[in-house]
């Protein structure tokens, strides 16, 4: 930051470019809840108060030492202002500049783009991106903020602004620790310098602040812990409101866990589902988001470990009694106690989805729809979990309706007796893959195949590699043996034609192609080409190239051509008739199966050769 001007004792300081823009939309911006600025102001007094708790832990120099953990919130409907004092932490000079002039977090730019398009109202993207403090704007004509650090050191402060560019510091002898944030309302926002009008507020975002909160003296709220009451006695607005607060959400959850364990951990948890993927949405990676309490102490609201990284959509509180209260950050992630939570509380959120899943499907379905792609990061990442994982996995699949969905387990009841494989096949979409000669075969004997939609369920599919004991297969798969097809009844090419063709076909594609076989597997098709590489499918090529990993230009193929198909029929009489022609249909019957498996890496020759083919087919 720029100090302009530096005289005595009173510094002026222009805001960060960001912030300027920021307080231009908010100043200028109409809105509908302007309420909201008690609630942020608030937050951060019981932020700074809970920063202060953790301070005394290590910290035996403290300022102002006996002052109580509380807020203090005064109105004064003559003068227009309401005020919000805290004992908390407070700010030295340099975090004044570094908190209140800069947006240090990578949410400002994505707060800043979603306010320009408008997708929520201001209001409600202001907590969500940690720019709450600013709010004050929307009704302040000035906000003064006075502080003195629980550093001794520190100095007597004032921050004063009117939300234009700029914003001053002066000294001023006689403060408390913690900070005084006096709001000098606009005329128009008066209103929210009444006693009654602010209790409101309070009441409804603030009742569960976890430090005393005292309005004009008088105490407004009920210090509680939701999480350690009993279900039966809360009432579901009660946890609707909670989640609001807690995980600064402006609609209901979509699900939430309540439990209580005494062993082998004591445990309180209350775990919620938003309703909204915000990922999903196009917005930054999730933060880990269940803070973790010991005894109604929070220890740390974004704890790193306490939960696997796939569940990091997660909101709510984990109250831990057998957790030491000065754990630091630091040692959490290795602390043992941490590691048992994490396996605890994944495997009850596993077991509620579960119970979802039987009991609920349309929610689960809902759920699944949202969030499914964190449960295939976690079957991709989480080995310990990959088997629970695996039964909430969802496919369409030949046996589906359109748009239904089925899950392995259901499938596996539906397997023949003699059935030993799992089957599954990738591509955008349904029709495409009924469309495709690769289902030709599984129809006809039969079999079910599973519809993978997503490139990641391929990986998916490989990492669970087996579920239930049965071996997951993708149906290009070259191993796969299949009975004849029976419902083409045509003459097939006879052994000796077939084994001549075959011969002469892998002639001509030379270094293109693996096996060249006839098929017992197709029925309408001519030809289909195998993948014979069990571990990379094309997708997965596809991708990996994208990621510049080291993979062959050429994957291995095998084709199979159809005995009893005409085309297949008349290459083989071309052969000797027509070598040239023969050549040329044989190489586009290849690069069309290649097309049909997804492997149409370069497209140019093929595009040649097909002029060249319908122009003798023309000219005859
Ligand atoms: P957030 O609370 O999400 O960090 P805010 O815009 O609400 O974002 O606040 C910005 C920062 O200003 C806080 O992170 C904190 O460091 C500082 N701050 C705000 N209010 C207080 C306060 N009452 N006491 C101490 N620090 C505060
Ligand atoms: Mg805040």
Redesign the pocket.
């Known amino acids: 930051m720029t100090t302009d001007t530096k005289q005595d004792k009173l510094e002026q300081h222009s805001f960060q470019a960001e912030v300027t823009q920021l307080l231009d939309l908010v100043v200028h911006s109409l809105y509908t809840n302007k309420e909201i600025f008690v609630r ?2 608030v ?3 019981s ?2 108060l809970e ?1 202060l708790r953790h301070t005394q832990l290590t910290e035996k120099e403290i300022f102002d030492e006996s002052l109580e953990l509380e807020i203090n919130l005064t109105t004064d409907d003559t003068a227009g202002t309401v005020t ?1 004092q ?1 004992f ?4 030295t000079r340099e ?1 004044l500049i ?3 002039g800069t ?3 990578s949410g400002s730019k994505a707060f800043l783009q979603a306010l320009k398009e408008g997708s929520a109202p201001v209001s409600d993207l ?2 969500q ?7 004050a704007f929307m009704v302040a004509k000035e906000v003064k ?1 006075y ?1 003195h650090s629980w550093k001794n050191e520190g100095e007597h402060l004032v921050w004063s602004s009117d939300g234009t560019g700029s914003y001053q510091i002066e000294t001023v002898e006689g403060q408390r620790r ?2 005084k ?1 006096v709001v000098q309302l606009k005329e128009e926002d008066k209103d929210f310098s009444k006693a009654d009008t602010v209790r409101d507020i309070l009441t409804r975002y603030s009742s569960f602040v976890q430090f005393p909160i005292n309005l004009n003296g008088e105490r407004v709220n009920k210090v509680q812990a939701l999480w350690l009451r009993g279900k039966n006695e809360i009432k579901e607005e009660e946890y609707t409101e909670f989640y609001k607060f807690q995980a600064k959400a402006f609609d209901e959850p979509l699900t939430r866990l309540h439990f209580a364990a005494d062993a082998p951990l004591a445990i309180n948890a209350l775990l919620f589902v938003p309703k909204t993927n915000m990922e999903k949405m196009g917005f930054m990676r999730e933060e880990a988001a269940v803070s973790l309490y010991c005894r109604k102490v929070l220890i740390d609201a974004k704890p790193d470990g306490l939960l696997p990284d796939w569940l990091r959509f997660l909101k709510g509180v984990v109250d831990s009694a057998d957790l030491p209260l000065n754990i630091s950050r630091e040692t959490m992630q290795d602390s043992a106690l941490v590691k048992k939570l994490n396996k605890l509380l994944t495997r009850r959120f596993l077991k509620h989805l579960e119970n979802m899943a039987k009991k609920n499907s349309e929610d689960f379905l809902g759920f699944y729809e949202n969030f499914n792609a964190f449960l295939k990061e976690g079957i991709t990442t989480d080995f310990a979990h990959r088997e629970q994982l695996s039964k909430l996995l969802r496919y369409e699949s030949s046996t589906t309706d359109k748009g239904k969905l089925t899950n392995i387990a259901e499938y596996v009841e539906r397997m023949k007796e003699d059935q030993k494989e799992i089957y599954y096949y990738f591509a955008s979409n349904r029709d495409v893959i009924e469309a495709g000669p690769y289902l030709e075969a599984f129809k006809a004997n039969n079999l079910e195949v599973l519809y993978l939609y997503e490139p990641v369920d391929e990986f998916v599919m490989s990492h669970l590699h087996e579920f239930d004991g049965k071996t997951l297969v993708s149906a290009d798969q070259s191993e796969i043996q299949l009975d004849t097809a029976t419902e083409n009844e045509s003459e097939p090419l006879s052994h000796e034609e077939e084994n001549k063709l075959c011969e002469w076909i892998n002639e001509q594609l030379g270094e293109r192609v693996g096996k060249v076989t006839g098929s017992k597997r197709l029925v309408d098709s001519p030809a289909i080409v195998l993948n014979a590489d069990k571990m990379i499918s094309p997708t997965m090529r596809r991708m990996m190239k994208a990621m510049q990993q080291d993979v062959a230009a050429n994957p291995t193929v095998n084709l199979e051509i159809n005995l009893r198909h005409p085309l297949v029929k008349n290459l083989y009489s071309l052969i000797e008739a027509e070598a040239d022609l023969a050549n040329q249909v044989t190489q586009q019957i290849y690069d069309t199966a290649l097309v049909a498996a997804g492997f149409n890496e370069d497209p140019r020759s093929m595009v040649d050769r097909i002029y060249t083919l319908l122009e003798k087919l023309t000219t005859r």
């Open positions: 942020e102001l937050s951060n007094a932020d700074a920063k919000i805290d908390g932490v407070g700010m975090e570094e908190n209140l947006i240090a977090h202001i907590g991106f940690g720019v709450g403090f600013y709010s903020v502080t913690g900070c944030i």
